[in-house]
């Protein structure tokens, strides 16, 4: 059953705790970058999330480390959910092999990882936590025979570029660097370019198979989007459902209003300390809380069973991150829905999504009576959630702030006795956006990805906005996407094939 994982050429232990996890045949992307990673090549792949990257650079880590000898694998990843993840994941693969696989990252103790750390011989960490242990002289990176970045094209979103390259910079010259992406950008070739010997670039397409991911959206009044949402979390047959929001604020404002209902929900975002993290993301783990309210940065990446059903109760502003987060579903060959529930305040978003994606089928459903709900939380007008106030946590909590948050969403919901006054905060939170990315004056290697900053930088004028309206009404009329045809359309579908 294991003789496809053989032909790669990865060893007999591993094979056989493949063999335990009944996995019957290697993904794309680990057909194209194992070989490769065994060959002592630095990679480049490009795969979306669950296409099984752990296991592709695990083979690399495993095949490059011996017990006792020292610290020789380091895996470099965005977020502390995914730090964890990537250990429970890696050390399936190694049950045989004595290795030594721990994780570090901020918001947890650091003396127990000082003591962990001195008999590790693959660590998994994110960046702050480890600039903390190096100006502490706590970890030793001279025996790095391998170094990972995992979900790049993320760390480098969240600004851990500088930091990135300070921890590369103390790893040893001769080493395997593998990079594993969602998205090349500019930032990753410069990475690659300036840190990586002769690196060879694989990559997996994205694919969605229609048969198992459906996709629908619905159109709705602003003051009946929560209502809405409450009408399917308990008409849908749904395991465990996953509901997206932009920012903090909507996660409380979203999971405190569905706790009212006495709907049982969990939130998780950047803004809770990493035990109260830990502690929700193993109750959503076990099943017993069917709903989970989220911000693309908590759960970026995540691998959870029995994920049925995602909503996207605010469209991402990237569109790349719709695809990370219908990942969540249709896993392992089960069936999953992804429901998009869209206000006006969501067509620059949805319109972007589209654009990007022309070949999803995501198809409009029409709204039946919706009972509205009786809003009893409201949003506080400034988030004021728990900080952490220790190690590397003005990093962690950057993961939110800076991407998503702002005050863009400020009157996201309105109250249903307001008088109606619709406030458009669109344009000035995109400009807010656009200033502080720091995308900074480095050229871009695609220049359709200019186009789609610009595009989707919202300076609100009435054209793009008309434009963007009309996208979505032929859509809405057919029932089915329109091709992009602008005249960039071609530059489009270029920089579509550098997305994976
Ligand atoms: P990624 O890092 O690309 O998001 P993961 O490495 O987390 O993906 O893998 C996603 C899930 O798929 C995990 O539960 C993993 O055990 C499983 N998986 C990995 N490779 C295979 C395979 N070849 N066949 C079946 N399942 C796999
Ligand atoms: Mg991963």
Not at 1 to 23: A, C, D, H, N, Y
């Amino acid at each position: 059953m294991v003789e496809k994982f053989r032909q790669l050429g990865i060893s007999e232990p591993t094979l056989k705790e493949i063999k335990k996890l009944g996995f019957k045949e290697p993904s794309e992307i680990q057909e194209k970058s194992i070989p490769l990673v065994l060959e002592g090549k630095d990679v480049i792949a490009g795969a979306s999330t669950g296409s099984g990257k752990t296991l592709a650079f695990g083979t690399g880590l495993i095949h490059n480390s011996k017990p006792d000898c020292g610290m020789q694998g380091l895996i470099l990843t965005p977020t502390r959910e995914l730090a964890e993840q990537i250990t429970r994941e890696l050390k399936k693969f190694v049950s045989n092999k004595k290795l030594n696989i721990i994780s570090i990252y901020g918001g947890m103790s650091i003396n127990r990882q000082i003591n962990e750390l001195e008999s590790a011989e693959i660590v998994i960490a994110t960046p702050g936590r480890l600039l903390d242990h190096l100006s502490r002289k706590t970890i030793d990176l001279q025996y790095v025979k391998t170094l990972v970045l995992d979900e790049a094209d993320r760390m480098l979103d969240m600004g851990f570029k500088e930091d990135v390259e300070k921890i590369i910079n103390q790893c040893p010259e001769k080493r395997q660097t593998l990079l594993y992406s969602a998205t090349i950008s500019s930032d990753i070739v410069m990475i690659a370019e300036k840190y990586m010997i002769n690196p060879v670039e694989v990559s997996a397409e994205i694919y969605v198979d229609s048969s198992k991911l459906s996709q629908i959206y619905y159109n709705i009044n602003d003051d009946l989007k929560f209502s809405l949402l409450k009408h399917l979390l308990e008409t849908e047959k749904s395991e465990l459902a996953m509901v997206f929001c932009n920012t903090r604020r909507n996660v409380d404002f979203v999971v405190n209003n569905l706790k009212a209902i006495r709907i049982n929900a969990l939130p998780i975002h950047g803004g809770f300390s990493q035990k109260k993290r830990n502690k929700i993301m193993k109750i959503f783990h076990s099943n017993r809380v069917p709903v989970l309210v989220c911000t693309d940065v908590a759960a970026r990446g995540l691998d959870i069973k029995n994920v049925t059903h995602i909503y996207n109760y605010d469209i991402p502003k990237e569109a790349k991150e719709y695809i990370h987060r219908i990942g969540r579903t249709a896993r392992a060959g089960e069936k999953g829905k992804v429901i998009n529930i869209i206000t006006s305040r969501d067509y620059d978003n949805f319109s972007n999504v589209l654009k990007h994606y022309s070949d999803f089928k995501i198809k409009l459903e029409e709204t039946s009576y919706i009972k509205r709900v009786e809003l009893k939380w409201m949003a506080h007008s400034r988030y004021d959630g728990r900080r952490n106030s220790r190690f590397g946590n003005n990093r962690g909590r950057r993961d939110d702030q800076r991407s998503y948050g702002g005050r863009g969403n400020r009157s996201y919901e309105r109250k249903p006795s307001s008088k109606g006054k619709s406030r458009n905060y669109g344009g000035r939170e995109d400009r807010r956006k656009d200033s502080s990315r720091s995308y900074g004056n480095r050229q871009l290697v695609s220049r359709g990805r200019e186009r789609e900053r610009s595009f989707s930088s919202g300076q609100s004028s009435e054209s793009k906005r008309g434009y963007e309206r009309r996208e979505l009404k032929r859509r809405n009329n057919s029932g089915r996407n329109v091709k992009n045809r602008r005249s960039g359309g071609r530059r489009d579908n270029q920089r579509d094939k550098r997305r994976y």
